[in-house]
């Protein structure tokens, strides 16, 4: 605790933009994202409860979070919000399909986001909202950067690539992006025909295969940190989707690779540093 307090504070990491996943995957996900001013969540799938805890174990008192930014309406992306919001008395965004989905009142329970048009938190930490393919929402992909450069994105349920996304990845030095299944294990899988055409079809998710062919189009010598999310218990494994990504990233790749679970939080980036913290949990 005490180490990841000291490095928190230290002036390196105020200068950039340290994100940590509390946990990603089909039963929550939440991302925190951090500079010298803002602290911003990326959506809020988990309980209230379990959402306070994982802020709890690294340090982290739910009313320090500024914003909380709903991606879309899914349960694992949007669960408790609002409770979250009201609670912690942290401003609530998402974008006018998110918020009509979830039947949250504008200016009430939420501010709404325009998909493409920067919003700026705070002093210095902006967001472009980048509108993916998903099915039965308005999901979007989150660019974040601040006035020195850094930028990062956090990419999850999609089911395939767009050129919008792929230009605002490009100059990214951190890209958490989702990797949700291995293309033969859910075929050969339990699942029924009509969810496997579902979660393969153009409203599903990211396979390997097409995480890594996203990341071999934007990868350049600068990307530092690529995390993988949202990883199918049934239909993937850590070193499935690991070998498939850097086998499409290929020499090009200089950067640390890493995969969240569903039971975060396990270590944060930091834009400016090649290796992860681990994090020492209360
Ligand atoms: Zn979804
Ligand atoms: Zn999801």
Not at 225 to 234: A, G, I, M, P
């Amino acid at each position: 605790m005490d180490s990841f307090k000291g490095r928190f504070l230290s002036d390196l990491i105020w200068m950039s933009i340290q994100i940590t996943h509390l946990g990603s995957g089909s039963r929550g996900n939440s991302t925190l994202l951090r500079n010298s001013s803002s602290s911003i969540l990326v959506d809020c799938g988990f309980s209230l409860k379990q959402t306070e805890k994982r802020l709890g174990s690294i340090g982290i008192d739910p009313s320090e979070i500024d914003a909380i930014l709903v991606t879309h309406n899914h349960k694992d992306h949007s669960g408790s919000a609002l409770n979250a919001s009201k609670k912690w008395g942290s401003e609530l965004f998402c974008n006018i399909g998110t918020a009509n989905r979830m039947e949250w009142q504008k200016e009430v329970d939420c501010s709404i986001i325009s998909n493409l048009e920067r919003v700026d938190f705070g002093d210095g930490l902006s967001i472009v909202p980048v509108p993916v393919p998903h099915d039965g929402s308005d999901n979007v992909a989150v660019i974040a950067s601040d006035r020195r450069g850094n930028r990062v994105a956090v990419v999850t349920d999609l089911g395939e690539s767009t050129e919008e996304l792929v230009r605002h990845l490009r100059n990214c030095s951190h890209i958490s992006i989702e990797s949700n299944y291995d293309h033969s294990k859910l075929m050969e899988g339990p699942y029924p025909d009509s969810l496997k055409r579902r979660i393969s079809g153009r409203g599903g998710h990211l396979s390997n295969l097409q995480t890594s062919e996203i990341l071999a189009k934007v990868c350049h010598r600068e990307l530092e940190s690529v995390v993988l999310c949202h990883l199918s218990e049934k239909n993937n494994a850590p070193h499935l989707a690991e070998s498939e990504v850097l086998m499409g990233m290929g020499e090009n790749f200089k950067g640390e690779i890493s995969i969240s679970k569903q039971d975060g939080p396990e270590f944060s980036h930091w834009t400016g540093q090649l290796e992860s913290e681990r994090l020492a949990l209360v």
